[in-house]
């Protein structure tokens, strides 16, 4: 099940059922299947709470992704900032909407086992992205 729950923000236009249905196919093309996923939509202040709190990091993110998945199963809490996706949006030149897109499934490739912090894994994770992007 795929939930959509905001905290301190209006709950971005989602088509939920086509977006789920986006979700359940890119998590399916690495053989995953959805368990439970909550996206948490909210401003900076509580995403920095958030990475304050749990990570013990002090800056703003786009998303914060919890993973409690079980073997190909994925369940996660995923934290949105709408604040941090508008201003990125702004600032490489897309759209709210392409970039929200983005960080929505950016979660769920992390999910899926797929990293961008260590050498190379960046330019792997985009390519995912690109490829979950075409997929919508």
């Not at 301190?8 to 059922?17: E, H, S």
């Not at 959805?34 to 900076?44: R, T």
């Not at 013990?56 to 919890?66: K, N, S």
């Amino acid at each position: 099940m795929i939930s959509y729950n905001v905290e301190g923000v209006k709950l971005p236009a989602i088509k939920r059922r086509q977006n789920s249905a986006w979700i359940k196919a890119v998590a399916a093309s690495y053989g995953k299947k959805i368990g439970e996923i909550a996206y948490i939509f909210v401003d900076d202040k509580k995403i920095l709470d958030v990475n304050q709190q749990y990570l013990q990091h002090d800056y703003y993110t786009d998303i914060i992704t919890f993973d409690y998945s079980h073997a190909d199963t994925i369940s996660g809490d995923l934290f949105i900032s709408l604040d941090t996706v508008r201003s990125n949006a702004k600032q490489i030149g897309t759209s709210y909407e392409q970039e929200l897109n983005r960080v929505i499934i950016h979660g769920i490739l992390h999910l899926c086992g797929i990293n961008d912090k260590g050498p190379g894994e960046r330019e792997m994770m985009e390519a995912a992205e690109n490829k979950a992007l075409k997929m919508r």
